[in-house]
């Protein structure tokens, strides 16, 4: 991708999901973190969902099971790592 279009889509990614935690409806945030984390850019996408985590008040020192946007995040990124491995870029016979 150009370094328009990234910046595009991290602008879009940020806005929708804070669009999300400003309406109250949280699927719109979790819409949000998943573009960025399926774009490609998890970086972005996991201190994203860390800061809606901690903005949704997360306890401080609680199990990992209590951040529920940085799981998404996490699970965006495994899913783009999976599908790049074994979807994207194959010829026809090595895909599912």
Do not use: E, H, Q
């Amino acid at each position: 991708m150009s370094n328009v279009t990234i910046k595009w889509v991290l602008a879009c990614s940020f806005a929708t999901a804070a669009a999300g935690f400003l309406l109250p409806f949280w699927p719109l945030s979790v819409a949000g973190i998943l573009l960025s984390s399926l774009s490609g850019r998890w970086i972005f996408a996991i201190s994203v969902g860390l800061l809606f985590d901690i903005a949704y008040g997360a306890p401080m020192n609680a199990p990992f099971m209590f951040f529920p946007f940085t799981l998404v995040a996490l699970l965006g990124v495994v899913g783009r790592y999976l599908g790049a491995k074994y979807l994207f870029n194959k010829s026809l016979p090595d895909t599912l």
